[in-house]
């Protein structure tokens, strides 16, 4: 698979990208963005934010072989709940899907929007047919929720981003069940005069490294014409989450592509899951533009050295 370096991002796209546009979808909607990847029993699935014709989001099912090419299943496997307690806080839709394997389930967080503002909601599935919903975990003003793959010191433990005095920032909390969190405190400001001056975000679910916890984020600058939304990187501590080792300087992947660029919102690249190969490389699935999904891969080497090189 070839993959094309444009700029000097450290992640290089595809050089077939987008993967999925409103093309490929076998049902009417708007658009399809940000969508999360898995590996089950050999085959790449992407659970899909798909923006229906009224406006509001649901999920749906993509699957491939080989990460590149996906097919989208007929009909959407998750929608805003009907009935129960999460009815009222899905009535305006269901965003950004974020799957993490943990306790022998994919664990699915996301986005419940309602007209009482956009809260944290958890989901679980084996086989991203059925969804069976947990809770939802936070109050409204959070969003971005990333589950990590294990228990560290006995509790899960989660990164999100509430707003506080219009400040978005990254958070860590725990929980002993999934249900209940707490113990919060702040990780990744945004910085003043970076590319990630405006708001950070939890982009993909945290990635074991010898290193440290390798976090995916993503970043907004405010320009007179919108912010724009890049991706950066942040070493955590392995037994202490709350503790960064690194964090980039620079983006490592910036909107540049005409499908990145123009979109119903434009100069966006938004991440929401990654896939780590056998071969040491890191494929990224993120939304471009809110209008399509495209990948981008680096070696995982190439990333954690790009923490700790100067950059001008
Ligand atoms: C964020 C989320 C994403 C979206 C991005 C750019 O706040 O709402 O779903 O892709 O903005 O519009």
Redesign the pocket.
């Known amino acids: 698979m070839k993959y094309r370096r444009k700029g000097r991002d450290l992640l290089h796209r595809w050089e077939g990208n987008p993967i999925l546009t409103l093309d490929d979808m076998p049902f009417p909607c708007n658009s399809v963005?940000?969508g999360t990847p898995v590996k089950l029993n050999d085959e790449y699935i992407l659970l899909l934010?798909v923006e229906g014709q009224k406006g509001y989001s649901f999920f749906a099912l993509a699957r491939s072989e080989d990460g590149f090419y996906f097919r989208v299943e007929k009909k959407p496997v998750f929608e805003p709940a009907r009935k129960g307690i999460f009815e009222f806080y899905e009535r305006r839709g269901i965003?950004?899907p974020r799957a993490t394997y943990i306790d022998g389930a994919y664990h699915v967080m996301y986005?419940a929007v309602s007209e009482v503002g956009y809260r944290i909601a958890l989901a679980s599935t084996n086989d991203f047919r059925s969804f069976e919903r947990i809770a939802l975990v936070s109050e409204p003003g959070n969003?971005d929720g990333v589950l990590f793959p294990e228990k560290i010191a006995g509790r899960y433990v989660r990164l999100d981003r509430p707003i506080g005095l219009g400040v978005g920032s990254i958070w860590v909390s725990y929980s002993n069940d999934l249900q209940s969190w707490g113990d919060s405190s702040v990780l990744l400001s945004p910085r003043r005069g970076y590319w990630d001056s405006f708001r950070v975000?939890a982009s993909v679910p945290p990635i074991m490294t010898e290193h440290g916890w390798l976090e995916i984020y993503h970043g907004t600058k405010m320009t007179s014409a919108g912010p724009i939304?890049r991706a950066g990187a942040a070493l955590l501590d392995q037994n202490d989450p709350t503790k960064v080792i690194k964090r980039c300087d620079i983006p490592i992947l910036a909107p540049r592509d005409e499908y990145e660029r123009i979109g119903d919102?434009g100069n966006?690249v938004?991440p929401c899951g990654a896939i780590v190969e056998p071969d040491g490389h890191i494929k990224v699935y993120y939304?471009a533009a809110?209008t399509a999904i495209a990948v981008a891969t680096a070696k995982m080497s190439d990333l954690i050295q790009c923490m700790e090189m100067e950059k001008t």
Do not use: I, Q
């Open positions: 963005f940000n934010r965003e950004d986005t969003k975000g939304y919102v966006v938004f939304g809110d």
